[in-house]
């Protein structure tokens, strides 16, 4: 599969259109506060190279208030993909499914700051054109506490699949360092989706707690 050319997005296929994501998140309702609980941690088991970003796909289990998902993957993108009142550095896409197949998307807007370490560890065992087999887990890159947007879209890549669950956290405790985002943009130079049309699409937006087992 040959890489996505994010210069020209307009060519990215794409059948759906009325619900995509990423939206600007600034126009929101005030919402009451959303909890979520890592209820079995979020292991990785493999680093691919999939020509758009790292992706890193395990296995886990998640509470949202009064839903269950299932963690498959997370992967980055770089800058962040959702507008909020400010610009961020990049924004961390945590892959959830439900029982019947359902999706939700986790995304944690990510600041500038110190890196964390499991970022570099994800850097170090990263391999152009290849997967390969790793041990790490994500917990620590889900913020204690935030600000939280909750709404429906799609996935951000092709096939661009509505009926999306969007979870999007803008928080400061978890941060990117400029030398862990220089070293992704050096393997993938800008891998952000433009704004789409909100399309008068509804969204919440209320705090954000992280929850405990």
Not at 65 to 78: E, G, K, M, P, R
Not at 133 to 154: E, F, H, I, N
Not at 184 to 196: A, E, G, K, T
């Amino acid at each position: 599969m040959p890489p996505l050319d994010y210069h020209h997005q307009d060519t990215w296929p794409n059948g759906f259109g009325q619900q995509q994501t990423p939206i600007d998140l600034r126009d929101a309702t005030a919402a009451d506060p959303s909890t979520l609980t890592i209820e079995e941690p979020w292991l990785v088991d493999q680093e691919i190279d999939d020509h758009v970003t790292i992706r890193l796909t395990g296995h886990g289990r998640t509470q949202i208030d009064q839903t269950q998902w299932h963690f498959i993957q997370a992967h980055l993108h770089v800058p962040a993909e959702h507008q909020t009142t400010h610009q961020c550095a990049a924004e961390w896409h945590f892959v959830h499914q439900s029982a019947i197949g359902a999706l939700c998307v986790v995304a944690v807007l990510l600041p500038l700051g110190d890196g964390a370490p499991v970022m570099d560890s994800a850097l170090d065992h990263f391999v152009t054109r290849s997967a390969q087999p790793v041990a790490l887990q994500l917990d620590s890159l889900l913020p204690p506490k935030g600000t939280v947007y909750r709404y429906l879209g799609s996935l951000t890549t092709p096939p661009l699949t509505e009926g999306v669950t969007w979870y999007v956290i803008d928080q400061t405790a978890v941060t990117i360092s400029p030398h862990q985002r220089q070293r992704f943009q050096q393997l993938f130079p800008d891998n952000h989706r433009q704004l789409q049309a909100r399309n008068d699409r509804p969204v919440l937006r209320g705090p954000f707690l992280q929850g405990s087992k």
